[in-house]
């Protein structure tokens, strides 16, 4: 209930900041947009880049072998503005926060490597629209993303292993976009539905009493989903 509140809001101080100058049209070069947005991450690990001998020998200890991680998905509220260059491109760009913990997993299921992970996914796409002649307008899109990671921690195998420390690093990849806007009227009201496709490989480095132990890089890859209302101006 909080989440819907908070999207009502934001598209309410919107359409406020809009004013009557700029009223609301379907034909606006502007657009604002309130989002309610799956995030549906991989997170598998692509490559082990290096690891300490001593932890290498107690995974072998332990049986493990084949060593792999899951990510969880997340739903959180999501902004996104827009500026029409014609009837048919455009340029967007998002803003939200996602928190996420990484399980581990093959052999190592049913583990916890980290506990605590907020990614700022920082997008911007150049987007293509269909014009249908009507209120259903389609559009693809791609673009440049850098995920920004904040307030990593180790999760609980991880620090009965001896980890104190996880570091993920900032990461620069690409996102592909698909979607449409269906506008509600000639008021400028409407609603979107967005899918975009993530290709983005972090790092993640664990650290013991200031030594790295381990450093894999992932194949984080995140789909991310998103249905909401827009305005446009």
Aim: aromatic share 8%; glycine share 10%.
């Amino acid at each position: 209930m909080r989440k819907i509140t908070l999207l009502a809001a934001a598209l309410a101080a919107a359409t406020a900041i809009s004013g009557p100058a700029l009223a609301g049209s379907p034909a606006g070069k502007f657009q604002v947009k309130v989002l309610a947005t799956g995030v549906l991450p991989d997170g598998g690990i692509d490559k082990i880049k290096s690891i300490d001998s001593g932890l290498a020998a107690t995974l072998s200890g332990m049986g493990v072998s084949d060593v792999d991680a899951k990510a969880n998905d997340n739903v959180v509220p999501t902004l996104a503005a827009e500026y029409f260059f014609s009837r048919n491109v455009s340029v967007e760009t998002i803003c939200c926060f996602t928190q996420h913990h990484v399980d581990g997993a093959a052999d190592l299921a049913g583990t916890r490597l980290v506990d605590h992970v907020l990614i700022l996914p920082a997008t911007v796409t150049a987007k293509f629209h269909l014009d249908t002649g009507g209120p259903l307008k389609p559009y693809v899109g791609a673009g440049p993303a850098l995920f920004l990671v904040f307030d990593e921690k180790p999760g609980s195998t991880a620090r009965a292993l001896g980890v104190d420390k996880v570091k993920m690093s900032n990461s620069l990849g690409l996102a592909l976009q698909g979607g449409i806007d269906i506008a509600l009227g000639e008021n400028g009201y409407g609603i979107s539905l967005d899918a975009k496709k993530y290709f983005i490989k972090p790092t993640a480095s664990f650290y013991a009493d200031g030594q790295q132990v381990l450093k894999t890089r992932h194949d984080l890859d995140p789909w991310v989903v998103s249905a909401g209302l827009s305005y446009r101006f």
